[in-house]
């Protein structure tokens, strides 16, 4: 969803249903003793035409889940199966969220409203179905940093805290309970069609395929439905692997059932930012093979897709299927060179020397004498804009000489933010102190400041007629 908001009248639509009770489940909202707004975001709001609500509003439809006009009647917990490290594992769905809204946006995309820590379902398994504050306030944090570097993501839309206690092994408890609600370009997961597939349930197939065509990529099904899927699937996926590299960002559990059918980036749990371009960086502790550590985030993803292909044979052939899953690395290259130069600021040349340069890139920052975050700014526009020693390394030699060749972008450099003495950046001292402020001192100004930093930044990313403003 790498779409600026536009202001937006609200518009339900739920699509969902017509799919039947075969890939849902309704349930109910937990009962929370509290509901205490915590963020609420005005930006995206509007873009739905939720802006006009008011606190109380907003509580009682994003904390006790009172219906949306128009819209779902009852929530619903989406059924779904999934690779999890790469293990099978057929009895997973929807354990602490559930599909709550759906609605359209201002450039006519359908849009969800889904929850995380809402509460129990039926796939809950030994579960409280609930999410600790601090979770919430990462996912805040997470998501915000995504999209002002131009990863496609779902939105926090609201984080509520509900006066719970929860326990947690991996983390000092008691521990503060949340709900929060992202706005997501949907939440059907690779994972969705394997369960059908796993119970052999074809009409299911043909009609799961259909709505990812009609709903996400504005296409009906043709008898190759099954084949013009999975070529979307293939180049938006090779996308976010791509953008991924480029911000420097380690998802942390690139299961197949964490894949999005849109390849939107979502659910963020163990997530980190690397300091350094180091392939070996890992973000879940619990990652002691490194599967989804930075640099074989693309492998993971690809290997995801596979699974999507291998579900959707039981509808097509794979002499269809195969030949577009050996595209992805050539559409990962492409997804790479335009992330990267986005991210610089300056144009293509060529595929040569496109290549020559990513090549260097790569290699200089492998050297780790200087962050992901310092070295985008520090050349921003394709031109070292301030005196930095740290390029006059060796290791840069070969990337300062095949810059030159490339033109900085048209207004890489409108915004002030571009003089600032620092990048904005996401490493993990700074996500602790900001949790630390809210656990101790109940303290959100520094959440909010970084929040406000972050927005900032992605304007200077992405300048429009107003970057010029202070």
Known sequence: MAL??????????????SLGEAFYDPVKAADFPRT????????????????????????????????????????????????????YNPDIGDGRGF???????????????GTKGSGQTPYSRFGDGRLTLKGGVREILATEMLEALGVETSKTFSLIETGEALERNDEPSPTRAAVLVRLSHGHIRIGTFQRLAYFELTDELLALTGYCLRHYYGEEAEDAGAATLLERVAEATARLAASYIAAGFVHGVLNSDNINITAESFDYGPWRWTPFWDGHFTAA?????????????????????????????????????TPILETFPDRFRTALRDALFARLGIEPVGPAADSALIGAIEAALAKRTVTIDRFFF???GGRLRRPE????????????????????????????????????????EEVEAIWAAIDTADDWAPLHAKVAAIRRMGDAMRPGPEAAAP
């Not at 600026?4 to 969902?16: G, K, L």
């Open 4 to 17: 600026s908001p536009t202001p937006f009248d609200y518009r339900p639509e739920t699509p969902i249903l």
């Open 378 to 380: 520090d050349w921003r």
């Open 389 to 428: 020693t740290a390029y006059d390394d060796e290791a840069f030699a070969e990337f300062r000489r095949l810059i030159e060749h490339h033109p900085t972008a048209p207004v890489a450099l409108d915004h002030p933010y571009w003089a600032d003495e620092e990048p904005c950046s996401m490493h993990i």
């Open 36 to 87: 205490m707004l915590r963020f609420r975001n005005d930006r995206w709001a509007p873009a739905v035409g939720l802006d006009g609500l008011d606190d109380d509003q907003w509580l009682r439809h994003f904390g006790r889940f009172q219906p949306l006009p128009d819209n779902l009647a009852e929530p619903l917990a989406l059924r779904y199966h999934g690779h999890q490290f790469r293990v």
């Open 285 to 321: 502790y619990f990652d002691h093979a490194g599967l989804y550590s930075f640099g074989r985030q693309p492998e993971a993803i690809h290997w995801d897709l596979v699974e999507l292909a291998r579900s959707l044979t039981l509808v097509a052939p794979a002499e269809q299927l």
């Open 99 to 113: 599909l709550f809204a759906q609605l359209r946006d201002g450039a006519g995309r359908l849009l969800d409203l």
